[in-house]
């Protein structure tokens, strides 16, 4: 089965899950296709399928992530390489890399949840959480969905849970609620997304996770001010170090943004 055909068979064996989908024509394009995959995937509630489809879509979301490309953290620089000048500690330990976080192969990615931490249901949505579920494959989803029965509650702003990373070439999803910004930012707020960082690293240090990349917390759709998001990020991160560094190799400040790129080399530069 080349990638064409495991594409019609993901997206057949999804239509066939649900009624509502009788009648649906498979587009004849591939990128209308690959959209539409990846809806059937972001609204599927969390339950059991066949180990077939798993295999099918294993194999199919490895090969799109060869075809992404794969970076591995050697090829990153760390901040002493980029600014040896620079007075911030730790920056042998530092990156900062703007891209797509589901290229990154660390031992941990940071997503940015929401408290029912089961993944963004919006089809083909923007946000990090879209983007991390689509590429681990529906596992992650189910895996979260079991996670959160045991508790029995929704997750708290400012906590981190680990689980597996399935088809992304990290090998653990460390997903923090972080919070969200309605009108004023307050001291409440920097403390709850300080804590949703500091989270994240103790939850990777228990879990003998040495290199871990964030994305920028809160800063998407949650509308926390980008400058502060970092300077936060960065404080947090230092502090957890200078108890922690040795349970860490790297610490990766992912960006995406143009913007969010500049205000990182900034702090990053000083």
């Known amino acids: 089965m080349d990638q064409s055909e495991r594409l019609i068979y993901l997206i057949k064996a999804l239509l066939d899950e649900d009624d509502a989908y009788r009648g649906l024509v498979i587009p004849d394009s591939l990128r209308d296709r690959e959209r539409l995959l990846r809806s059937l995937m972001n609204v599927r509630m969390p339950k059991d ?121 990290s090998r653990h999803v460390i997903h923090t609620v972080g919070p969200i910004v309605r009108s004023m930012l307050t001291q409440a707020l920097e403390d709850d997304l300080r804590s949703s960082y500091l989270s994240c690293l103790m939850c990777a240090a228990d879990n003998g996770v040495r290199s871990v990349a964030f994305c920028c917390i809160s800063t998407g759709e949650y509308n926390f001010p980008n400058e502060r998001a970092a300077e936060i990020a960065f404080e947090a991160v230092i502090h957890f170090l200078k108890k922690n560094g040795g349970k860490f190799d790297r610490v990766i400040f992912n960006v995406f943004k143009d913007e969010d790129l500049e205000i990182y080399r900034n702090i990053a530069s000083a």
């Open 49 to 169: 399928i066949t180990e077939e489809f798993l295999k099918v879509q294993d194999e199919y979301l490895r090969n799109e992530a060869t075809e992404r490309g794969i970076v591995e953290i050697s090829e990153i620089s760390t901040l002493a390489e980029e600014y040896p000048g620079s007075s911030l500690p730790f920056k042998h330990k530092l990156s900062i890399w703007q891209g797509d976080i589901t290229r990154l192969r660390a031992d941990a990615i940071v997503n940015a949840a929401n408290k029912e931490m089961l993944g963004c249901f919006a089809p083909c949505h923007g946000c990090i959480d879209n983007a991390i579920h689509s590429a681990a494959g529906i596992q992650l989803r189910n895996e979260c969905h079991r996670m959160m029965l045991d508790q029995e509650h929704d997750e708290g702003t400012g906590t981190a849970k680990i689980t597996g990373a399935y088809n992304l070439p």
